[in-house]
């Protein structure tokens, strides 16, 4: 390899956003994300349409972030992507791109897990963690609460028994009919907004597992909880209001209480804050607030490098590269994938 800092073109194509980014060892050259419009017809992500607006987008957003960086092609050293967990069809596209790329130019490629993508993103940032760290892992797809001992390292230590946070919020802004779009990246950003004019204390909405030893989470009892409030009643804005920042509050309470018992349970001092759902307003502040008043480090990235982003797998590339690993060209994209491996 050339230098200590590899020209990384990063591929993110798991979800719903086809994502690229251009990265100079740590340093962030261009970060293209480009959200899908599917779900506006059909109320949420259909995974077929999914992987065909990648196909069609991948080119474009792979120009549009070697152009953000002033690239050319030719110069990319090493080829970091996605390949599980995610939505398999979608999955496929990137990984086919990148095993293109890497075969055609004779350069390495480095398989990327999503979650460990969303584990290494405040690396992105000028105020980095140090190890070890307890990171909560908030998306769509995940609740996940991981000891992170070192890059390479990661200790599952709870997860949820049902949805995930995100699914939750984006069931929530769906039933509130908040997500006109029916775009999941648009769900949880709607629910926030309204929250912020409502009261926090104004519905009583349950806390499920807050009081259980385990780590373990729960959200389809809030869920439906939610959804039995909101049955054969005409809610008017301000009712809305306080619907969401009720919804909010809770989610949050169990969230940052299960946080706080792992870093207790375990006698670290340090969290990381990741996935989609980290980039909630509520979430932030109370985090901040009780990180402040336990003296703990607490490091949740900019909004941008919370939800999906190729940034962030071209870091976990740039890590993995370090270490001298790379990925064959057999490699398969995998649907389901625990991050819970020990070195
Ligand atoms: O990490 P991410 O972009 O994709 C997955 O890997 O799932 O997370 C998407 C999730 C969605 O459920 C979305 O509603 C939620 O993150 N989300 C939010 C906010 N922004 C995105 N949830 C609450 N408040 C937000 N501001
Ligand atoms: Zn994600």
């Given at each position: 390899m050339k230098s200590d800092s590899p020209r990384i073109l990063a591929i993110e194509t798991s979800c719903d956003d086809t994502s690229v980014a251009c990265l100079e060892g740590m340093t962030v050259a261009s970060s293209v994300v480009s959200s899908q419009l599917?779900?506006?017809?059909?109320?949420?992500?259909?995974p077929e349409l999914a992987s065909r607006a990648h196909q069609a987008n991948i080119v474009h957003v792979v120009r549009r972030s070697l152009a953000e960086a002033s690239w050319e092609i030719s110069q990319v050293d090493v080829v970091g992507v996605t390949?599980?967990?995610?939505l398999l069809g979608s999955l496929f596209v990137g990984l086919n791109f990148a095993k293109g790329l890497a075969y055609g130019r004779g350069i390495p490629m480095i398989g990327v897990h999503h979650l460990e993508g969303h584990v290494l993103a405040?690396?992105?940032?000028d105020n980095p963690p140090t190890f070890p760290y307890i990171a909560l892992v908030v998306s769509g797809g995940h609740t996940q609460l991981l000891m992170v001992r070192a890059i390479g390292s990661y200790e599952l230590l709870g997860t949820t028994v049902d949805d995930a946070a995100g699914e939750c919020y984006d069931k929530v802004a769906r039933f509130l009919k908040l997500d006109p779009q029916g775009r999941s990246s648009m769900a949880g950003p709607m629910v926030d907004e309204r929250a912020s004019s409502?009261?926090?204390?104004?519905v009583d909405l349950p806390r499920p597992m807050l009081s259980s030893p385990e780590l373990n989470f729960s959200f389809s009892g809030l869920k439906t909880a939610v959804l039995n409030f909101i049955k054969g009643r005409s809610l008017n804005d301000l009712e809305v209001n306080d619907l969401c920042a009720s919804f909010q509050e809770a989610v949050t309470d169990v969230l940052l209480h299960k946080t706080m018992k792992a870093c207790q349970a375990f006698g670290v001092d340090r969290i990381v804050v990741t996935g989609g759902?980290?980039?909630?307003s509520r979430l932030r502040t109370a985090f901040a607030d009780a990180a402040s008043r336990h003296g703990l480090a607490l490091h949740i990235p900019p909004v941008a490098y919370c939800t999906d982003n190729a940034a962030m797998i071209g870091i976990t590339a740039f890590f993995h590269w370090q270490r001298g690993e790379q990925s064959g060209l057999d490699l398969v994209p995998r649907a389901t994938m625990v991050l819970d491996h020990k070195t």
């Open positions: 599917d779900g506006a017809k059909f109320g949420g992500i259909v390949y599980a967990p995610g405040p690396f992105l940032t409502g009261r926090a204390d104004a759902v980290a980039a909630n």
